[in-house]
């Protein structure tokens, strides 16, 4: 079970993208879908791995929402996952379920069972090789395999590098720390009085100071990255609404903030790992045929200002071929 990715999923994000992206994908990354999803035949069975809350299973959803077609989704997360309420009960003809727990190296499903095989930032973070044999397994004859993945040197992977950078600086856990050694320095704190005493107060000055001159450093190195972090957000947070909560909601919140600060890192270094390079992905394409997938179309997924987003790949299963 991926521990930090169900915290995360548990927060109620439809995406990866967390506060950045607050519905579900736009742009290219809904609209490079729409052919998939315009070209399933009713009755259709579709799965998207590494689904998360269901981004790509909700977009398909709506994709097809003025059709007649009928057609079960299923989203699969080595996680726990979710569907958020308010996606919960929309009347459909396309029923969504998501599997917990469940890693897309071992499907539940038959053989030649699934139509349309798809992930979206979810397949790469898999054991390829094993996910790749399995997707092949389940899909039917001439059914679909459709994958968008990270790409390393995409705007996402560039931008998450640094903030990854960043948390990993020593000053970022040492802040958490502080926050600690304050919130006992302080004592019980109900009132404007309790503020000026321990504005006197020179064990709470000195790590005040501490505190300070590590936001400082933090903002130095790079201010885009530490605000993006959200570790700013939280030290605000702690000062302003926290200041006079009781010392056991204080170390609570603390102990909310390392973990947020642990998930993280741990989901920006699998991040950085499952990214392809060239070379990753010319290995990638040498198992295709093996496992019966014969590559339609790759290629590189760009936004509006030209920026790198991902890899998106097409193929289909296919009888036989020579190997
Ligand atoms: C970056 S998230 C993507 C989620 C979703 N597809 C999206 O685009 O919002 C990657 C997901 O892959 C899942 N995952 C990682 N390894 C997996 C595996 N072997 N099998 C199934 N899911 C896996 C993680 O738990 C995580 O939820």
């Known amino acids: 079970m991926s521990n930090h990715w169900s915290e995360y999923w548990r927060q109620g994000h439809t995406t990866s993208f967390g506060d950045a992206l607050s519905g579900n994908y736009e742009g290219i990354l809904q609209s490079v879908w729409e052919p998939t999803f315009s070209s399933l035949q009713t009755d259709f069975v579709a799965v998207d791995v590494g689904s998360g809350n269901g981004s790509v299973p ?33 009347n459909s003809t396309i029923e969504i379920e998501l599997i917990s727990n469940t890693a897309c190296e071992t499907l539940p499903f038959e053989n030649e069972s699934i139509d349309l095989y798809m992930s979206q930032f979810g397949f790469e973070y898999s054991s390829i090789e094993s996910s790749l044999k399995e997707a092949s397994r389940v899909l039917k004859r001439d059914g679909q395999f459709s994958i968008v993945f990270h790409h390393g040197n995409s705007m996402i992977l560039n931008r998450n590098k640094k903030i990854l950078r960043l948390i990993e600086l020593p000053q970022a856990s040492d802040l958490v720390e502080y926050l600690r050694e304050i919130a006992i320095a302080m004592g019980s704190m109900t009132s404007a009085n309790d503020i000026a005493r321990i504005k006197q107060d020179p064990k709470c000055e000195s790590i005040r100071v501490k505190i300070n001159q590590a936001i400082k450093d933090l903002v130095n ?4 990255s530490a605000q ?47 990214s392809f390079d060239e070379d990753k992905l010319a290995r990638f394409i040498g198992i295709f045929k093996q496992n019966l997938l014969e590559i339609n179309e790759i290629k590189v997924l760009k936004n509006e200002q030209k920026e790198i987003l991902g890899w998106y790949l097409d193929a289909r299963k296919i009888e036989n071929c020579e190997v």
């Open 221 to 224: 190195y790079d201010e885009l």
């Open 228 to 274: 993006d972090s959200q570790l700013m957000m939280f030290i605000a947070q702690f000062f302003k609404e926290g200041i006079f909560w009781p010392l056991a909601k204080k170390q609570q919140f603390i102990e909310f903030i390392k973990l947020q600060m642990d998930t993280l890192k741990l989901r920006l270094t699998e991040l950085v790992n499952a």
């Open 58 to 90: 909700l977009l398909l959803r709506e994709s097809l929402s003025n059709s007649a077609k009928v057609g079960k989704v299923y989203g699969v997360d080595l996680a726990e996952v979710q569907l958020s309420e308010n996606t919960k009960s929309e």
